[in-house]
């Protein structure tokens, strides 16, 4: 999930006003910050970048941006491989599946935010609470988080309940 940032008030180097702009993807994030050359207030030393030097950190931040695309395609695709029928429906329709534990207990994972992404379900469907359980190497994309869930929930489902975060 790309960086959204609203607005940011900063001086650049060189500048002696504030200047206010919006930025919204982290590319825009990334290529407003080395533009601007931002500095600091206080005691900050700043060598200019040269253009080579900007073009390079954008050519550096694009390539991430594409291996970033690439991984988390390869994971949505290992993700709805290992999903049912249902499950890539439901994912489709609702933005989140159905897995059932070992205990028999009905869970709802849900794609976009991991904080507290998993529903533990009443037998009626509404939501008991909710657990958090994840990977927390950074830049791990979503889809592979949701896969582990699954799995860690259909086979060591007492594991993940024991090292879960409980809201």
């Known amino acids: 999930m790309p960086f959204y940032y609203t607005a940011s008030t900063w001086a650049g180097a060189g500048q002696s006003a504030a200047v206010t702009t919006a930025v919204t993807s982290t590319l825009g994030v990334w290529n407003s910050w080395i533009d601007a050359a931002t500095t600091s207030s206080t005691n900050c030393i700043w060598a200019a970048w040269t253009a080579d030097e900007i073009e390079a950190r954008r050519q550096e931040l694009r390539e991430f941006e594409e291996k970033r695309k690439a991984s988390g395609d390869r994971a949505s695709a290992l993700l709805l491989h290992y999903l049912d029928e249902r499950q890539r429906a439901d994912l489709a329709a ?37 657990l958090c359980g994840h990977d927390r190497q950074i830049g791990l994309p979503l889809d592979d988080q949701l896969l582990a869930q699954k799995f860690y929930l259909e086979h060591h489902e007492d594991e993940f309940l024991r090292i879960a975060n409980r809201h």
Do not use: A, M, Q, T
Request: aromatic fraction near 8%.
């Open 94 to 130: 609702h933005r989140w599946f159905l897995v059932d534990g070992k205990s028999g207990v009905r869970y709802r994972i849900k794609r976009g935010d991991l904080v507290g992404n998993i529903e533990v379900l009443n037998p009626d469907g509404s939501v008991r609470h909710r």
